[in-house]
Nanobody, 119 residues
Framework: QVQLVESGGGLVQPGGSLRLSCSVD????????MAWHRQAPGKERELVAR???????NYADSVRGRFTISRDNAKNTVYLQMNSLEPEDTAVYYC?????????????WGQGTQVTVSS
């Protein structure tokens, strides 16, 4: 049984920073794609940042230049560094890992962590 355990969310003032962590509890054959998504109240879930196993990162236009996705292989952990936070960044953030194994796609999701940006 694989679980993704997220942490690092909380309340922060506009302009502040937070770092989200996603630790993998269990064994996943490979981290082919690692991603962070978010869902604000009344809105659909959206992709925020994506990192391939080869190291290519992509970001939503709304966060490019402010957010950075990274991975610590030794700790089996994926991070999302969020700087210059804005009230519009308020949402539940979800970690997602995709692995391709024996010709099939497997998606793993965390439980979500709340980020609130408010003065």
């Amino acid at each position: 049984q694989v679980q993704l355990v997220e942490s690092g969310g909380g309340l922060v003032q506009p302009g502040g920073s937070l770092r989200l962590s996603c630790s993998v509890d269990g064994s996943i054959p490979s981290f082919d794609v690692m991603a962070w998504h978010r869902q604000a109240p009344g809105k659909e879930r959206e992709l925020v940042a994506r990192l391939t196993g080869g190291g290519t990162a992509n970001y939503a236009d709304s966060v490019r230049g402010r957010f950075t996705i990274s991975r610590d292989n030794a700790k089996n952990t994926v991070y999302l560094q969020m700087n210059s936070l804005e009230p519009e960044d308020t949402a539940v953030y979800y970690c997602n890992i995709v692995t391709m194994w024996i010709g099939r796609r497997f998606d793993y999701w965390g439980q979500g962590t709340q980020v609130t940006v408010s003065s």
